[in-house]
């Protein structure tokens, strides 16, 4: 439950004060915390796509991603709402459109999935090479 | 936005589900396994954005992100065999060298992201001081002018309609243009996944591949329609 | 009428301008071709007697003045002053002096005196009777407009030569008859002979130039003038040269005397006259006898002072025209071609003339040209006549007997014939006599009695080869009858004739002019096979065509008119020996030739030109000086050339003063050298008279017992041989070897540049091409081979390499956004 990846983490430990702080905030968790989720699944999409085989599960990987930067639109929508700025709903709207393009993007790459497998016969990656020197 | 209370333990509870979910997606072995798994972090994001005061967003999400993008992969992945895979015998993450890389990069990036993020709420802290009680103080505030919902058990937010009004007023362009975007994603997908005997009878390949692909496939000469 | 002596050399100009340039083109008729330059030359003729007239007898006589037409306003700014400036180094302490770097100015006009105005008629004169001989002559030739074209201009030169008031005009006029005598000899231009001979003529004549053109610089340099008047007026005050003392005039007097060997063909330049008769014979005639020849005599009359300057000058000219003299009367004794015999014997008259000058009697020396022009042009028409009679036969061997054929020529070349034997009274005997008269007794120079002893001796053997002509062309038998004649009778032919039925044609040499006949004549081309003239003439046959006949009148008309002159023309010169005859030294007053041409020759005892000559009695102390070196002597007359004896020093043995000596009568010794010259012209003519006509045979008996100088006569002193190794072939020989250098060392030096640029490049080229392409080529390579893989391996295809490379610019990105404060604090 704390975030152990936190790079200043060693800066922060310097200064003891700071663990009752972080109780406080992890008990009452803000707009940092939301980020910080969006983060970790924006982190656990990139590392999906760049490690598994199946193309398939590479495209969930990007819906991973994708939804990752939903959150943190929405979790800001929340914070701006709150503290006032009038174009908070932006993010929502956004997250709309993020959803449109997602879906086309999810379709057309299926799409394409499928074609390269009846041509090709195969759906892992690192079969299809053919753009190499 | 400070959460307190009841929201927050949810938020915790659909925060670690979330990135389970997204991990376990990530490293199943079965292409089924990861579609339910995605789709499981995909609705834990959708309580979270609950929680984030965006349900019509929320709704969106389950409904189309879940409803359509999840069930059209299932399909694809039902289309596509993947049969050596289930049985454990195909290697399901690249070479070692590539996993080593990314593995590395994306630590790096883990720790970079946090210190950022880290760094960037101080400032706006710095900019926008607020406490809980204060933050909690003007919820409330907020949620009393709302109108209750059937059975009076809650409140109705004006999430949807604020959407709605923003959506529809400032944002009617990007909207048209999504449709149009949507509409050749549909055209696009229809065309991309064409076989070849649809292409043949609908006339669409060349000559010279018709005759290549005829010595594959002799039906196809049957489908030729005939030349006006 | 003096002021349109201008006219006298442009109207023959003109006439050969339309005859050359329009000749051909209209296809003028020869009628009008002839009548042209006859027309031309005959004005020019007479207005050259008006003229002369006017100057010395006229009402306004300018004579004895030299008369320029400068002063009358024809005068053309030739060479305008500012062209060329002089140093009057020479002249030092004079007037001259201050002005010592003049300006050459030269004007082109014309100087009527006494000298010019006897060439002008001389050459106007004689030229129209050969141009009108030359219009029947050259009837039928293909080239007539050509030949009278040439023959007008040759006119023009030589009367700028004779009429020119300056150095530079006669310059102009030596080389323009030298040109014109090379177009000349040359007519028959398809003749190897012609252009061998016209050729030789031109360089010979070159080499006098040379030595002529030198003789102008100095006189440039030394009087800073050109013009005569004003080179003369300065030349009389320098002192004179003696034998031994050799100064600025003496050189001068040498360059001018070598260019009067090259024109006047004295020895050693004499090579090119004999071989310039392949010339049509008028031009023999008017160039080669009467005119050109002399043109050479009239140069050293004009600059008599110069000569008179420099004792050794005349010594030397004295020598060489004996030398020459007798050189050529004993080549001429052997010799079977008729215009041969009389081209050597022009040869040796003007030796004469050139011993005449040599010893001081300058106006001689111009009589003798006068006399020697008039018998000798018409000794060449009448030889001209005999070869057109002849059908173009010219070897005497085959003539003989044409007395009765050609009664003109006959009659006219007898005039000739004594004339040059010199009986008296026949020109040749006065102009003769009085050259040898003077040679005897000169003052000018030594060894005088040498010089007449040869001149004499060439005299009689002149009488005797003349002779001969006479005897084997007319009297005699009829040899014609028996060898082989007509058309083809040139030597080639004869040779080939007694060689068998051996083809020939007319390349080789030969000798004699190309036969001319009209369509209807039986002679064909000389390259007619024998056999084919054999067959259709027979061997040895005689008819009609080959008889010899007499020339039309325009030939023997002017044959007549130079007899008559031939015969009277001496009487301007009868000398003073004859002054009890006459009653005067020099009879006739301006007419007679002495007194006419005195105003130019200059007296180098009283230092003056026209100075009192003749008149009997010197200035007191000119009488006092020679009465005291001429103890030995007594002379009731006082002889100018006796006063030169104070001029000259003391000239050694003198010849007539022993005489005188002995006869105590200076009458009595002139008559005595006028009988021995009339004794030896008799003899030569006996002895020519005994061997050719009583007894034939006694010449080729003769001729035997003194076989050496009989071949050494007939092969002209193997002179032309020992030319050829010595001059020709040595040059020859030079031009090869500077060829050899030129090809070999110069042009082997740029080819070797050429070479060595092409092996320069090649090195260059192979640097370049392995060296800097190499150097580039491998930097290329290297880099290749170190990054392609690199790059190679970049292109994986591999889609999540890709991928990871866009994560780790989002890392690298994320980085720089927070660098600042990462590390920046």
């Not at chain 1, 299926?110 to 390269?116: D, E, F, Q, T």
């Not at chain 2, 389950?62 to 015998?89: D, K, P, Q, S, T």
């Not at chain 3, 008269?437 to 040498?450: E, F, K, R, V, Y």
Request: hydrophobic content about 50%.
């Amino acid at each position: 439950m704390l975030n152990f990846f936190t790079p200043a983490l060693v800066l922060l430990l310097q200064e003891g004060g700071r663990i009752a702080q972080m109780k406080q905030s992890a008990l009452n968790p803000d707009l940092s915390k939301f980020l910080v989720i969006g983060a970790l699944l924006f982190i656990i999409g990139v590392a999906g796509v760049l490690t598994r085989r199946n193309i398939i599960v590479i495209f969930m990987s990007i819906e991973l991603i994708l939804n990752a930067a939903n959150l943190n639109f929405i979790a800001f929508s929340r914070y701006l709402q709150e503290t006032g700025s009038a174009n908070a709903l932006a993010g929502q709207i956004f997250t709309v459109f993020v959803i449109v393009v997602a879906a086309a993007e999810a379709a057309i790459g299926l799409g394409i999935v499928i074609a390269l497998y009846r041509n090709k016969e195969t759906i892992w990656v690192d079969e299809i090479d053919l753009l190499k020197w | 936005m400070t959460l307190s209370g009841y929201e927050a333990l949810f938020f915790w509870i659909f925060a670690l589900a979330a990135i389970f979910a997204g991990l376990l997606t990530v490293m199943a072995r079965n292409a089924v396994h990861s579609a339910l798994f995605l789709i499981s972090s995909l609705v834990s994001v959708a309580a979270l954005f609950v929680l984030a005061r965006a349900e019509f967003i929320a709704g969106v999400q389950i409904l189309v992100y879940v409803g359509g993008v999840m069930v059209l992969f299932l399909f694809v992945i039902m289309l596509v065999n993947v049969g050596a895979e289930e049985r454990g015998h195909e290697e399901i993450f690249n070479n070692q060298r590539q996993v080593a890389a990314s593995l590395i990069f994306c630590l790096l990036l883990v720790g970079g992201v946090l210190y950022a993020v880290n760094k960037g709420y101080a400032g706006l802290q710095r900019l926008h001081p607020t406490t809980a009680d204060t933050a909690a103080q003007q919820q409330s505030a907020r949620e009393s002018s709302y109108a209750t919902s059937a059975t009076a058990a809650s409140k109705i937010t004006k999430d949807a309609e604020g959407v709605g009004n923003s959506l529809y007023r400032y944002a009617s362009l990007p909207f048209e243009i999504a449709s149009v975007l949507l509409l050749v994603a549909i055209i696009g997908s229809v065309m991309l996944a064409r076989t070849l005997r649809q292409e043949a009878s609908a006339d669409d390949l060349g000559p010279e591949v018709l005759k290549v692909e005829i010595v594959n496939d002799p039906e196809l000469a049957n489908l030729e329609p005939q030349s006006e | 009428m003096q002021k349109y002596i201008w006219l006298v050399p442009l109207l023959p100009l003109i006439g050969a301008a339309i005859n050359g340039l329009l000749g051909r083109k209209f296809r003028f008729s020869e009628t009008l071709i002839g009548g042209i330059a006859v027309g031309s030359v005959a004005l020019a003729f007479l207005i050259s007697v008006a003229a002369v007239y006017s100057y010395g007898f006229g009402g306004h006589a300018e004579w004895p003045k030299p008369y320029v037409t400068s002063q009358d306003g024809f005068s053309f700014d030739w060479i305008p002053g500012g062209a060329v400036r002089i140093n009057q180094g020479a002249h030092e302490g004079t007037a001259a002096e201050a002005s010592r770097f003049a300006l050459l100015n030269v004007e082109w006009s014309y100087q009527l005196d006494p000298l010019s105005s006897i060439f002008m008629l001389i050459v106007t004169g004689v030229g129209l009777c050969i141009f009108v001989f030359a219009t029947g002559y050259m009837h039928g030739e293909a080239g007539y407009y050509r030949f009278f074209a040439y023959m007008g201009l040759f006119m023009f030169a030589m009367l700028v030569l004779v009429m020119g008031s300056n150095f530079l005009m006669m310059f102009v006029g030596w080389e323009g008859v030298g040109l014109c005598s090379y177009l000349l000899i040359g007519y028959y231009f398809d003749r190897q002979e012609a252009a061998n001979a016209s050729r030789k003529a031109f360089i010979t004549n070159r080499i006098g130039d040379f030595g002529f053109a030198l003789a102008i610089f100095g006189i440039i340099a030394a009087f800073g003038s050109a013009q005569y008047t004003e080179v003369f007026n300065q030349a009389k005050g320098y002192p004179i040269e003696l034998l031994g003392h050799w100064g600025i005039l003496s050189w001068i007097a040498l360059g001018l005397f070598v260019g009067a060997c090259g024109k006047s063909a004295q020895l050693p330049l004499h090579v090119w006259l004999p071989d310039a008769m392949a010339g049509p014979t008028p031009v023999s005639a008017l160039i080669h006898a009467a005119t050109m020849v002399t043109a050479g005599l009239y140069m050293v009359t004009r600059t008599n002072v110069i000569f008179q300057h420099s004792q050794t000058m005349l010594l030397v000219v004295a020598l060489v025209g004996a030398a020459t003299a007798i050189f050529a009367a004993t080549i001429g004794i052997t010799q079977n071609d008729i215009k041969r015999v009389l081209a050597y014997s022009t040869v040796s008259q003007l030796g004469f003339m050139f011993m005449a000058c040599g010893v001081g009697a300058f106006v001689i020396g111009i009589f003798h040209v006068m006399t020697h022009a008039f018998f000798k042009a018409l000794m060449f028409l009448g030889a001209g006549s005999v070869i057109h009679g002849m059908h173009h036969e010219q070897d005497m061997r085959r003539m003989g007997g044409l007395k009765k054929y050609m009664p003109y020529t006959y009659w006219t070349f007898m005039a000739g014939w004594l004339a040059i034997c010199g009986v008296i009274p026949f020109s040749g005997f006065w102009s003769k006599d009085e050259i040898l008269w003077n040679a005897a007794s000169t003052t000018h120079i030594p060894l005088g009695w040498i010089v007449w002893l040869v001149g004499t001796i060439a005299a009689t053997c002149t009488a005797f080869y003349m002779t001969r002509l006479m005897a084997m062309t007319f009297w005699g038998k009829e040899r014609f009858l028996e060898q082989p004649a007509g058309g083809e009778a040139d030597e080639a032919h004869a040779a080939a004739y007694t060689k068998g039925m051996a083809p020939h044609d007319a390349t080789r040499a030969a000798a004699g002019d190309r036969p001319r006949h009209e369509p209807g004549e039986h002679v064909g081309p000389v390259h007619e096979d024998v056999a084919h003239h054999v067959a259709t003439h027979g061997h040895g046959e005689h008819h009609g065509a080959h008889m010899p006949h007499e020339s039309p009148p325009s030939m023997w008309v002017p044959l007549v008119a130079l007899a008559v002159l031939a015969t009277i023309g001496g009487l301007i010169g009868i000398g003073p020996a004859f002054r009890t005859v006459t009653g005067s030294e020099h009879p006739g007053g301006r007419l007679n030739i002495s007194t006419w041409l005195k105003p130019i020759i200059w007296n180098p005892s009283t230092r003056e030109f026209n100075s009192a000559e003749g008149t009997g009695h010197e200035a007191a102390p000119a009488e006092a000086a020679h009465a005291e070196t001429a103890a030995a002597t007594s002379e009731t007359g006082g002889e100018a050339a006796h006063g030169t004896a104070a001029a000259y020093g003391d000239t050694g043995y003198n010849l007539a003063h022993t005489i005188e000596g002995a006869t105590h009568s200076e009458l009595a010794t002139e008559w005595l050298f006028i009988i021995i010259s009339l004794v030896v012209a008799g003899i030569g003519m006996l002895l020519g008279g005994l061997f050719y006509v009583w007894r034939p045979a006694l010449a080729g008996v003769w001729a035997q017992r003194l076989r050496p100088l009989y071949n050494a006569s007939y092969n002209k002193y193997w002179v032309d041989e020992f030319y050829g190794w010595a001059v020709t072939r040595r040059t020859m020989d030079a031009a090869r070897a500077v060829f050899r250098f030129d090809s070999g060392i110069v042009d082997g030096i740029v080819n070797g540049l050429a070479w060595l640029s092409r092996q320069v490049s090649l090195v260059v080229g192979a640097i370049d091409k392995y060296i800097v392409d190499g150097l580039v080529n491998t930097v290329a390579a290297f880099i290749m081979r170190l990054m392609s893989p690199l790059f190679r391996a970049a292109q994986t295809g591999f889609t999540q390499n890709y991928a990871l490379v866009m994560v780790l610019g989002l890392m690298i990105a994320v980085a720089i956004f927070f660098a600042r404060d990462i590390f920046g604090r």
